[in-house]
Structures are given as structure tokens and as C-alpha cells.
């Protein structure tokens, strides 16, 4: 059975014999299918299997039959009518200069030239990979297959009906939800239109539909975008395609720490708005790759026969996202460095210079420099999960400094901000260090909730800056401040023990004495210091942080104590028994009161109380917190300093970018 000589029309490509062998060897390299075109010898249709080519070492070529469609009974009532060879920017149509086919499958001769039948605008890739499950919803019917192949314009889809379903039930006049999924994972959704097809068996029916959306925002519009910047060379976003499972390498036009661009060639483009990567990679110059899962958000039209296209990150781990915020800070300002190794010994000097360790904080830390030293270093070189420090510095020389380190579950306290005059370098770190938290929050809220600051009030530069803020914004939900009173020693409070009604006791305190205490701040601040701290029930006896800072080598444990009478709480005492160093006012390893009842509680039972609690854990010499400060002035306590704590729900952590972005702009 030989197929009759075709006459090509003159203007379509030739394909010729050598080439066609190559092409045989590809397809079975890469365990594609030939298209066979059976013609009934009496009633004249035509039927279409396929058939998978064997290697080729000349002209003949052997195939065998893929057996899942329909197959005919009788193959001897057929011919061959042409064999088409499917292709992702092209179809090739030949006709056998002589053939044999049975029940297992067919040998034929290559011609001395075949045509390729049409280039396509945009290549179509072939969905070769097991576990990809499609779903078509319009109007709560549901239309399940498989994806053939796919480009950003079209994707062509094989569906299937169970039950009473029929395909007349599709009205491809409205849109539908296309979704795909990967091992029953969602890696794409989006509104399609659908364009029929009339390609239909036992199989199902094949339907070509085209993506309606070319933008699929991730988050919420931002007031204050990332910045973003082109780097030379570029680097490469590298994944393997979730549709195709082919390797793909696409150039970064422009990068910033929660989404980047990236060009592509419109012909070959296989970027669908919406599709989700899960196994990414940002290649720079294949020597640093940080793994991260991404989602495209958007595609643009294209402009020369260029496409650029915008994707979001969604996850990436906490050490590789500070890698990409350091490279990104780096680009745009040579001199700013984030979490970057540092001299111990020009990082005090600095402090020195600036003022920040003055005398009389020194004289306090002095006993115990080296342990200090020991705690910075723990957590400048390997703290990453717990500390970031943002440096300004030419030449060697640090210009300012500032550091945040996470003190709660959910919250990071900023410290230890440094500046020397006339380099604008301490707005540039606090720049540097909102951007970072601003970031951040996106892609890890749940260890990223608030951000909490201790200043005191006669500082010019943090009360400007951030209570000022809260002073614009006039919302306790928003960013509050609570004033707290500083006694630099437990020991000098006094250990006046004197005779109480049986009635009064200090015990460890339980899930009724933080709800107390939790009821009572919210008449008195309405602020966000309980949350922020973890004064809550569930919160504040979790050893979440505790593991991570044993971990890291270091210490942070939290003990919390009710001071009560007649069983009502009348104070909460927590002390914290933290790795020196953490602060250096040691403000992550004092002593806090939180006064309930500043009546009842006199000035007496406090020393007794906060004298009981130090000898226990040994803090005598350590700080004293209490909060409301006017308890301390009530009560005439010797106050050696007082403090504001800062909090700012990083859920308006916009609204706090575009109130500092007025003083960025000079920075």
C-alpha cells in the first residue's frame, strides 16, 4: 500500500530526506509520536493514530503503534494517506514513497522531500509529563482531561464527560475557569476562552483555549514599591517548566527583593500569567543561586518580538532572601552593607566614636566585655534566624549602624542605632532597615508580625521619627507607645521585707492572670505592647524562640510570676534570663513589672516582690522595667531613666513606609 505523489504548492518550505531522518531520531530521543493518516478504502474517511518511531539509520523507518485511541479492527480496509509529524513552531506532512503496516506497526520510506505545512506566531510546548491534571469550570460544571500542549496565547486540552455530561453543555460564548494542577497540586488558574475543536473520539474532545488575563496580581497593590535594579551581568531565572518539565533559562531584566522582570522571545515564550514555579532559581552568573518559589503576575504586550513579563516571589528561604535584599541594597548604594562579616573590634570603636557606648553605659558592660563581644559575634556570623545588623561604610570606616533582633515569636526589636554626624548615615541604615522589614513581611509574616524600638523620649532623632509616626497616625491598632521607668539594678530597689496579710502571693503566673493583665492594658493603653510581647494566653509560655536561641548557642528564656490578693492580680513580673550582650542596656534581660493595681500594690511590696524574684534568678544586678511609669513616679522610685516602646503592626507597615519615604527622598 503506497500513498499517492503529492504536488507541493510552491512556497511552502522544503524539508528534506536527510533532515527527516534527524527528525525521526529527535522524536525518539525525546519519546514523541508520529501523526498516521489511515484512509478507508471504500467509504473514503479517514482515521488518525499514532505511532512511535524507531531509530533511524537511513530512509527506512520502522514505528509501532501507540494502541490509546480508537483503533480500527480491520487495518487491511485502510491505505496510508500522509504520516504528520507534529511540532511545537511547525508541522511537517510527508508522503511515504512506499509503506507495510499491521496490528503491531509500520515500516516507510522517507521521501526525497517533504513541507512544512506552517509556522506558527508562537512555538507550542508539548505537555510530556506524568501527574498533570487539567479541570474546566463554567457555571458549576466541572470538565476534567489532560493538557497536549500549551503557549501563553493557546493551550490545547483533551476533556472528557462522565455520567450525563455532554459537550454541548460548554457555551464557548462565556468564559471559563481553567485549572491545572501537578500531583494534585494547583500550578495555574485563569479565565479561558474557548475555541472548539472538531477533533473528537472515544478519548474525549480536543478544545483550544486562549488565557483572557493578562495580569494576575500576588499582593495588594504597594504605596511604596521595592526598588529595583538592572545588574551587569544580568542573572538568570533557571526552573524546570511545570507543564513541559523542560529546563528553562530566562535573563532578568530588573530585581528587587519580591519580584524581578524577565524578557523572553515572543515566538518561544512559555510564560503563562498566573503559572506558579515551585522549583526556581536566581542564577547569578551559575556561581550564586538562591532557591525560591515564584508566581508570573503579568505579561506585557510584546515590542519587537520581545515580551516582558512580571513575576512575584513567593517563598524563599530566610538566609537566601537576606543574600538577595544584601545584593539589592549593595547595587543601588555601594556603601550599604545588611548582616555583612564585621570587625568586633571597629564595630565597639564605632560605638565609642558615636557616643552610643558613653561613659556611664561602659562602666555598666565593662565586667562583662567579653561576654559581650561573644553574644555579638554568636549573632552578627550566625544568627541569621534571629538578627540582622545594617552597616553604612566607606573605605573600611563604619559610618552608622543598626540592628534588629527578634525577641519575641513574632516580633523584632530594633537597637543599637549609630550614626557619626555629617554623613546622613543613620536616616540611610534606617532606611535600609524599613525597606528590609517591609519586604520581609510579605513573604514571612508568621515570624514577622511587629517591630518594636526602646528610645528615650530627649532622643531628637528616634521620637521624630518614630513617634512621630505615631503621633501622625493617632491609632493605639496602627503604632502606640508605652512609657516604661528604668531602674539600671534590681538591687537598688530595696529588699524591705515586712509583714503582709496571708491573703497576698507570688506564684507562677497562669492563663487567668494573663488575661487579667491583658483586660487591664487594653483600658489603659489600648496599645499593641501585649501582643507584641506575647502577654497573651497560649503566647507567653511557648518555647518556640527559647529553641531557636538554644540552637544559635545562645539563651532566652522568659519566667512569668503573678503578684496576687484575695486571688485578683495586682501585678505581672516577668524576668528574662537572656545571653548578656543581646542589648546592650540589657533590655532583653531585665526584670518587667507590669503593674495591675497601683493602689493596692504599695512601694514596700514591690521591693519585696522584685527583690524575692532577683535573688531567685540572680539578677540583682540586671534592670528593672515598669510599666506604667507614672507607678514609679507615684510611688517617689529613683528612676535612672525612662524609655518609650515603640510598636508598629507591620500590617500597615505602608502606611509607615510613606510617612518615612518623606525623609528618604534626601537620604
Known amino acids: 500500500m503506497t500513498a499517492e505523489p503529492k504536488i507541493a504548492a510552491a512556497h511552502l518550505p522544503v524539508i528534506l530526506q536527510h533532515q527527516l531522518i534527524n527528525l525521526m531520531n529527535v522524536l525518539h530521543f525525546q519519546d514523541e509520536a508520529l501523526l498516521v493518516v489511515l484512509r478507508h478504502l471504500a467509504h473514503g474517511y479517514s482515521v488518525h493514530l499514532r505511532a512511535a518511531p524507531l531509530p533511524s539509520m537511513d530512509e527506512n523507518v520502522s514505528a509501532t503503534w501507540l494502541k490509546e485511541s480508537v483503533f480500527p479492527p480491520d487495518l487491511n480496509s485502510y491505505t496510508l494517506e500522509k504520516i504528520i509529524v507534529p511540532g511545537t513552531h511547525r508541522i511537517i506532512e510527508i508522503f511515504p514513497v512506499a509503506d507495510h503496516f499491521d496490528d503491531a506497526g509500520l515500516n516507510f520510506s522517507l521521501p526525497e522531500e517533504a513541507y512544512e505545512l506552517s509556522g506558527r506566531v508562537a512555538i507550542r510546548h508539548l505537555c510530556r509529563l506524568q501527574g498533570i491534571q487539567i479541570s474546566l469550570l463554567q457555571h458549576s460544571v466541572c470538565f476534567s482531561g489532560q493538557l497536549l500542549d500549551f ?3 493557546a493551550l490545547r486540552v483533551r476533556l472528557q464527560t462522565f455520567g450525563p455530561q455532554n459537550f454541548f453543555w460548554l457555551n464557548s460564548a462565556l468564559p471559563a475557569t481553567l485549572i491545572i494542577s501537578k500531583d494534585d497540586k494547583p500550578i495555574y488558574s485563569g479565565l479561558v476562552k474557548i475555541c472548539s475543536r472538531d477533533e473528537e473520539s472515544i478519548d474525549g474532545k480536543v478544545y483550544i483555549l486562549e488565557p483572557l488575563e493578562s495580569s494576575t496580581p500576588r499582593f495588594q497593590p504597594k504605596k511604596n514599591r521595592s526598588r529595583r535594579e538592572q545588574f551587569r551581568p544580568s542573572p538568570d531565572l533557571v526552573f524546570t517548566h511545570p ?7 530566562l535573563k532578568i531584566e530588573s530585581l528587587g527583593s519580591l519580584g524581578f522582570s524577565v524578557l523572553e522571545q515572543e515566538r518561544s515564550s512559555v510564560l503563562l500569567s498566573g503559572l506558579l514555579l ?15 518559589t515564584v508566581q508570573v503576575v503579568f505579561r506585557g504586550q510584546p515590542i519587537d518580538g520581545v515580551v516582558k513579563s512580571g513575576v512575584a516571589l513567593l517563598d524563599i528561604g530566610i538566609k537566601d532572601h537576606l543574600k538577595l535584599i544584601s545584593l539589592i541594597q549593595q547595587a543601588q548604594d555601594p556603601h550599604a552593607y545588611v548582616s555583612n562579616q564585621v570587625d568586633p573590634e571597629a564595630l565597639f570603636e564605632f560605638f565609642f566614636e558615636t557616643g552610643f557606648l558613653y561613659p556611664h553605659k561602659y562602666a555598666e558592660m565593662a565586667g ?18 534571629l538578627s540582622r545588623h545594617f552597616i553604612y561604610q566607606d573605605n573600611g570606616q563604619i559610618l552608622g549602624h543598626f540592628a534588629t533582633i527578634r525577641t519575641h515569636r513574632s516580633t523584632w526589636m530594633n537597637h543599637h542605632h549609630a550614626a557619626l554626624p555629617n554623613h546622613r548615615a543613620g536616616l540611610k541604615v534606617v532606611r535600609a532597615i524599613s525597606e528590609f522589614v517591609n519586604d520581609s513581611y510579605f513573604l514571612n509574616p508568621t515570624n514577622l508580625k511587629y517591630i518594636i524600638g526602646f528610645y528615650r523620649p530627649e532622643n531628637r532623632f528616634p521620637d521624630r521619627y518614630f513617634g512621630g509616626f505615631v503621633r501622625n497616625a493617632n491609632n493605639n491598632k496602627v503604632t502606640s507607645l508605652d512609657e516604661f521607668a528604668y531602674i539600671k539594678q534590681a538591687d537598688q530597689i530595696g529588699d524591705d521585707w515586712h509583714d503582709k496579710p496571708g491573703e497576698w502571693e507570688i506564684a507562677r503566673a497562669n492563663d487567668n492572670d494573663i488575661a487579667a493583665f491583658r483586660n487591664y492594658y487594653q483600658q489603659q493603653s489600648g496599645g499593641l505592647m501585649a501582643q507584641a510581647f506575647d502577654l497573651d494566653v497560649g503566647a507567653y509560655d ?7 536561641y538554644h540552637t544559635a548557642g545562645l539563651k532566652r528564656c522568659r519566667y512569668f510570676y503573678a503578684v496576687r490578693h484575695h486571688q485578683s492580680l495586682k501585678a505581672l513580673v516577668e524576668v528574662q534570663d537572656s545571653a548578656l550582650g543581646l542589648n546592650m542596656s540589657e533590655l532583653t534581660n531585665a526584670i518587667f513589672v507590669y503593674v495591675v493595681d497601683q493602689e493596692a500594690l504599695d512601694k514596700k511590696l514591690f521591693q519585696m516582690v522584685v527583690f524575692a524574684l532577683a535573688t531567685k534568678h540572680n539578677k540583682q544586678h540586671h534592670p528593672v522595667m515598669i510599666y506604667p511609669r507614672q507607678y514609679a513616679v507615684r510611688h517617689d522610685f529613683k528612676i535612672d531613666k525612662s524609655y518609650n516602646l515603640w510598636t508598629l503592626n507591620l500590617r500597615h507597615t505602608q502606611d509607615y513606609m510613606d510617612w518615612l519615604y518623606r525623609y528618604f527622598r534626601k537620604a
Open 151 to 153: 503557549s501563553p496565547q
Open 243 to 249: 507543564l513541559s518539565g523542560r529546563k528553562c533559562t
Open 278 to 292: 515551585p522549583d526556581a532559581q536566581l542564577s547569578f552568573a551559575n556561581s550564586l543561586c538562591l532557591n525560591c
Open 542 to 548: 511557648d518555647t518556640t524562640l527559647t529553641d531557636a
Open 368 to 385: 562583662n566585655r567579653e561576654g559581650f563581644k561573644n553574644a555579638y559575634m554568636k549573632l552578627y556570623e550566625g544568627g541569621q534566624d
